[in-house]
Antibody, heavy 121, light 110 residues
C-alpha cells in the first residue's frame, strides 16, 4: 500500500525559499499512470492545487504559481519535491503531497498527512 | 474565488439524506468527470468518489455522485455523525490544464 510523507521546515522567513520533500513508500514513484501532486490549504480555507510531476519529469503548474514554484522528482530516492521561492505570509498553509491517478480522472487517491508551513520573520 | 462553486455549509439529522452541489463550467464539469473528497477535522483529504459515481474500496455505498451538464452533486444517505466533515469537489479544467477544487462544504450532523 502506497504511503506518502511530507517533510520540511515548519517556519520560513519572508522572501526565502521553501523546500518540501514527499517520500513515497510501499510502491515505486515510476509506476505508470500516476502524477505526483502538491496541494496546499490556507488556514481555515479550501484546497489549492499547486502542480504535479510525472516520473519522466514532465511538470504542470497552477498558473499563478508558475513563476515561483519548481517541482522535481528523484526516482533513485523514490521521492519528489516542491521548491517555492519569494515567500510571503500568503504562503502560510498546510502543504500536502498526493498521488494523482491519470487513468481515473486524475483523482488523488493517496495523500500525505500534510506539513504546516508558517512564513514569518 | 474558486472555479467551482459549492455551498459553504450543509446540515442534516442522523438518518437523513443530504446533497451537496458543485457548479462549474463547460471547461471543467461540462467536459470531465468529477471527484469528491472528504476531509475530517485535522486530517488530510480522502478520496470519496471518482469518475462521477465510483467509490474507492472501503467507502460506504451511502455516498453517491451524479452529474448533469456543468453541475455535479454528492449525496449522502443514512447520515451518520461520523460524516461530519468538509467535502470538496474537484475536476480537470481545460483552461488551467490541471485540476481545480471547489471551495468546500462543511457538513454538520445535527
Amino acid at each position: 500500500q502506497v504511503q506518502l510523507q511530507e517533510s520540511g521546515p515548519g517556519l520560513v522567513k519572508p522572501s526565502q525559499t521553501l523546500s518540501l520533500i514527499c517520500n513515497v513508500s510501499g510502491g515505486s514513484i515510476i509506476s505508470g499512470g500516476y502524477y505526483w501532486s502538491w496541494i496546499r490549504q490556507h488556514p481555515g480555507k479550501g484546497l489549492e492545487w499547486l502542480g504535479f510531476i510525472y516520473h519522466s519529469g514532465d511538470t504542470y503548474y497552477n498558473p499563478p504559481l508558475r513563476s515561483r514554484a519548481v517541482i522535481s522528482i528523484d526516482t533513485s530516492r523514490n521521492r519528489f519535491s516542491l521548491s517555492l521561492k519569494s515567500l510571503t505570509a500568503a504562503d502560510t498553509a498546510i502543504y500536502f503531497c498526493a498521488r494523482s491517478d491519470m487513468i481515473n480522472y486524475y483523482s488523488m487517491d493517496v495523500w500525505g498527512p500534510g506539513t504546516t508551513v508558517t512564513v514569518s520573520s | 474565488q474558486s472555479v467551482l462553486t459549492q455551498p459553504p455549509s450543509a446540515s442534516g439529522t442522523p438518518g437523513q439524506r443530504v446533497t451537496i452541489s458543485c457548479s462549474g463550467s463547460s471547461s471543467n464539469i461540462g467536459e470531465y468527470n468529477v471527484n469528491w473528497y472528504q476531509q475530517l477535522p485535522g486530517t488530510a483529504p480522502k478520496l470519496l468518489i471518482y469518475g462521477i459515481n465510483l467509490r474507492p474500496s472501503g467507502v460506504p455505498d451511502r455516498f453517491s455522485g451524479s452529474k448533469s451538464g456543468t453541475s455535479a452533486s454528492l449525496a449522502i444517505s443514512g447520515l451518520q455523525s461520523e460524516d461530519e466533515a468538509d467535502y470538496y469537489c474537484a475536476v480537470w479544467d481545460a483552461g488551467l490544464n490541471g485540476p481545480v477544487f471547489g471551495g468546500g462544504t462543511t457538513l454538520t450532523v445535527l
